[in-house]
Nanobody, 125 residues
């Protein structure tokens, strides 16, 4: 059974950087599309970025140019480098895995079958 564990969240000031990590276990990580989503209080969970097994990626316009997704298949880990953080980036950040092979990268949270527990990112102004 695939399990995902996020880490790296914290409290930072506007303009700072953070790198989130998501370690996967129990499955064939190399085959999965991996995604990052976030959920702010009172809001729906929203797409941030996703990366295919070959390294092709998609980033939401709201974070494009500031956030970068990457993966290390040897370590079964996906990362989210977040630069120039804004207070509106405050949210719980979730890692997710799309387990089906041969599908395209999707921004729809319904496409992802496995989720981590989330890590809190708080950006103060």
């Amino acid at each position: 059974q695939v399990q995902l564990v996020e880490s790296g969240g914290g409290l930072v000031q506007a303009g700072d950087s953070l790198r989130l990590s998501c370690a996967a276990s129990g499955g064939a990580f190399n085959n999965y599309i991996m995604g990052w989503f976030r959920q702010a209080p009172g809001k729906e969970r929203e797409f941030v970025a996703a990366i295919s097994r070959s390294g092709a990626y998609v980033t939401d316009n709201s974070v494009k140019g500031r956030f970068t997704i990457s993966r290390d298949n040897a370590k079964a880990t996906v990362y989210l480098q977040m630069n120039s953080l804004h207070p509106e980036d405050t949210a719980v950040y979730y890692c997710a895995a799309e387990l089906r092979v041969g599908v395209r990268i999707s921004a729809r949270k319904e496409e992802y079958g496995v989720w981590g527990q989330g890590t809190q990112v708080t950006v103060s102004s």
